[in-house]
């Protein structure tokens, strides 16, 4: 008879909807902030947040020139958004430079966080019972510089092999 039998997404809507689900989920989690937990704690959380937001800020300026020079400004904005606050953070700031998703660094954010998982891992127990003790503090301190700086010679070597094989 020739009646249609498929229904055909209307792909402007479902962009309408994510758009709409994902701006929901930040700012949901934007309001799940607890500020009466920081009373009396305002200048180290001020202080501890300026010296991360700068820190995060050089180091990803820094390897995202070297791992994604292809893409280094999405990937930059992308990952800085997620380290930052959360992956939709990320997304958001992605989402406004690389709208289409044209670059891999949409993909980098969802992988990274999965094998971030399994490589923070080990930071997560130490950070766990690091309160115990001054001493603890410290060994999980200068745990988590070494770990830091092992992952870190990891990267790097593993783009040098992957840029020796594309030559």
């Known amino acids: 008879m020739g009646w249609m039998r498929r229904q055909y997404q209307n ?3 479902l962009a309408r ?3 709409y689900s994902f701006d929901l ?14 009373r009396g704690l305002w200048l180290p959380f001020i202080l501890m947040s300026i010296a991360g937001t700068i820190g995060t800020f050089v180091y990803l300026k820094w390897i995202c020139k070297k791992l994604y020079a292809d893409y280094y400004f999405e990937s930059f904005l992308s990952i800085y958004g997620m380290m930052t606050g959360v992956i939709s953070s990320g997304v958001l700031l992605l989402r406004e430079v690389d709208p289409k998703y044209e ?11 999965s094998f971030a998982i399994g490589f923070g891992f080990p930071m997560l127990i130490l950070i766990g019972i690091a309160p115990k003790s001054d001493l603890l503090v410290l060994v ?9 700086f092992m992952l870190l010679a990891f990267l790097l070597l593993v783009k040098q092999k992957a840029a020796g094989k594309k030559a």
């Open 103 to 113: 670059t891999p660094a949409a993909n980098n954010l969802v992988l990274g966080s």
């Open 11 to 13: 792909n402007y809507l």
């Open 25 to 38: 989920m930040v700012v949901t989690g934007i309001c799940t902030i607890n500020f009466e937990a920081l």
């Open 17 to 19: 909807i994510s758009g």
């Open 140 to 148: 999980t301190m200068g745990f988590c510089a070494l770990y830091f």
